[in-house]
């Protein structure tokens, strides 16, 4: 199957790091990716991982995968409050599956 | 972003009528998409279609259809909107090139529909 599941909240302190975790059924996926959602705006994809590494920094996003146990997860360091927002981990092998979104919530 | 724009942005219909969203894209892009987004459910696909008059369904088509007359035009119809067919649409394109997995997609704005 295509299952992607994620926590639906997280709720952190402007400043701390941001944790975002995703479980994955299809491991033949050759791409993973992160996209973010603004209130009231579409997606945008944020980040993504080649199934062949293990972490990708990007900036303040530090994106791990664990294929074994097919965990994604995505940080964001010194979280601001501008990265509130919705956060989706998608499978794009077949129809772009997503995971439910997580809510970050990021209080001054 | 990226030459893909949904009509309306809003709109607001009563049981029973029928109702058409519009994606429309400029790029010329074979793969287009329609998701519904309610809370706690994420994205789920509705129709997607390969290319022009090629549609397929996806995990909740139950309600909709959708047609493709020309590449650019996707359109989405509730042929008798229900309530429980209130939701936020989004349109997607894919926009990658397939080359070593890449599928990346690009977004609408999305339809806010409200069916009372």
């Known amino acids: 199957g295509e299952d992607v599941e994620q926590s639906l909240f997280l709720s952190v302190r402007e400043g701390d790091s941001s944790v975002i975790n995703c479980t994955y059924t299809?491991?033949?996926?050759?791409?993973l990716y992160w996209y973010k959602q603004e209130p009231g705006a579409g997606l945008q994809l944020l980040t993504y991982?080649?199934?062949?590494?293990d972490m990708k920094q990007d900036q303040r996003l530090t994106v791990l995968l664990n294929k074994k146990d097919k965990h994604l997860s995505l940080r964001i360091a010194d979280t601001q409050t501008g990265d509130s927002a919705i956060y989706f981990c998608?499978?794009?092998?077949?129809?772009?599956?997503f995971g439910q979104g997580t809510i970050l919530t990021v209080h001054p | 972003d990226a030459g893909i724009t949904q009509s309306p942005r809003h709109k607001v219909t009563e049981t029973g009528t029928p109702v058409t969203l519009r994606c429309h894209q400029t790029?010329?892009?074979?793969?287009m998409y329609w998701y519904r987004q309610d809370p706690g459910h994420g994205l789920r696909l509705i129709h997607y279609?390969?290319?022009?008059?090629?549609?397929d369904k996806g995990e909740v088509s139950d309600g909709y259809s959708v047609s493709r007359s020309k590449t650019e035009d996707f359109l989405l119809t509730l042929e008798s909107a229900t309530s429980s067919q209130t939701s936020v649409y989004f349109c997607?394109?894919?926009?990658?090139?397939?080359?070593?997995?890449?599928?990346?997609?690009?977004f609408g704005s999305g339809t806010r529909l409200t069916v009372v």
């Open positions: 997607a394109i894919r926009t990658g090139t397939g080359g070593r997995g890449d599928y990346g997609y690009t």
């Open positions: 299809d491991s033949s996926s050759t791409y």
């Open positions: 991982i080649f199934s062949n590494m």
């Open positions: 998608a499978d794009p092998r077949g129809k772009l599956t």
């Open positions: 790029e010329n892009h074979r793969y």
């Open positions: 279609s390969y290319g022009v008059k090629d549609t």
